[in-house]
Structure formats: C-alpha cells, structure tokens
C-alpha cells in the first residue's frame, strides 16, 4: 500500500455527511519526508490492533486482510466539519490525530457505533491479535509529546 486517499463520512447511511479526507502511505514513504512534514502525520497500529477502526458491511476475512496491511501505514487528516456541534462546516479544516492506545476513545461512544453496525470492537480485536505490531516510527504521533500543530487562519498579501 504505497498511497491512498479516503473521504470521511459522519455515518454509513444514504444521508451522511462529508466531514473530512485522509491521506494514506506506507512507513518506507513515511520515513522519507521532512521532519516538518511528519509532525502532520499518525500511525494506524493501534487504531487497526485495537478492534476500534472497522469497514462496516466487509467480511471479517476480507476486512482482517485489508487491515493486515494498513496496519503498517500513516494517515494525514483534516476534517472540514464539527458535525456534532454544527449544522454547517464553519471554519478552518483541522488537522486530526489517531488513537493510539486505551482509553482515548469514549468506550460509551464505542458501544453505540458497535449496536449501531452490529460489530462488537473486542471481537476485533481478539481477531487481530496475531496481526504484528509494527515498531511505529518515532517522529508519528507528535501530540503523544503534549504538543502538536494546528491549522489556523492567517491573512497574508497576495502576490500575482
């Protein structure tokens, strides 16, 4: 898996909702940007590991396959709408961040996505257990560190 390009959706349903895009590539493309550049960027070990990230409607066999691969690979994310706070997507795409370990994640809001897709996360995850974690590389995850960066409005001259 060299790259890929995924739209993000508030809901698997006929009316959902753009909210955002994520850039996919693989740990040897990851390793080879600039160091700037990497602070933008997540790991998908513990998001694939942990049963939380799910293809809803793919087979378990298919899905686990799929996931064999990603698991390796690093995401760059903006969301363009705050759905739950908004019915428009006012303001500035933001920069979002993985999960990367327990915890993170509102186990209340797991367990409403799970009754909602019929998917149980801890059946996930047992049937990931013999997925290889991968030695995530140090420069992903940069808020793991208490600091991140974030995307902001700033008015600039514009040059023709």
């Known amino acids: 898996m060299e790259k890929v390009q995924c739209v993000i959706f508030d809901r698997n ?10 850039y996919i590539i693989s740990e040897e493309r990851f390793r080879d ?19 939380i990230l799910v293809a809803p409607g793919i087979p378990d066999l298919a899905e686990k396959s799929y ?17 739950d ?5 006012y303001g500035i795409p933001q920069l979002m ?7 993170q994640a509102n186990e209340d809001l797991i367990q409403e996505r799970d009754r909602r897709l019929g998917v149980s996360t801890p059946h996930k995850r047992d049937g990931r ?31 023709w």
């Open 33 to 51: 940007l600039p160091k700037d550049e990497k602070r933008l960027w997540h790991s998908h070990h513990y998001e694939v590991k942990s049963g």
């Open 13 to 22: 349903a006929a009316d959902a909702r753009l909210i955002g895009i994520e």
């Open 97 to 103: 961040m993985g999960l990367t370990e327990d915890g």
């Open 85 to 89: 706070r908004d019915d428009f997507p």
């Open 129 to 159: 257990a013999d997925i290889p974690v991968p030695e995530v590389a140090p420069e992903a995850n940069p808020w793991e560190s208490g600091r991140t960066v974030q995307t902001s409005l700033q008015e600039m001259d514009f040059k």
């Open 67 to 83: 996931f064999t691969d990603l698991v390796t690979t690093y995401g760059k994310m903006f969301h363009a709408w705050q759905y």
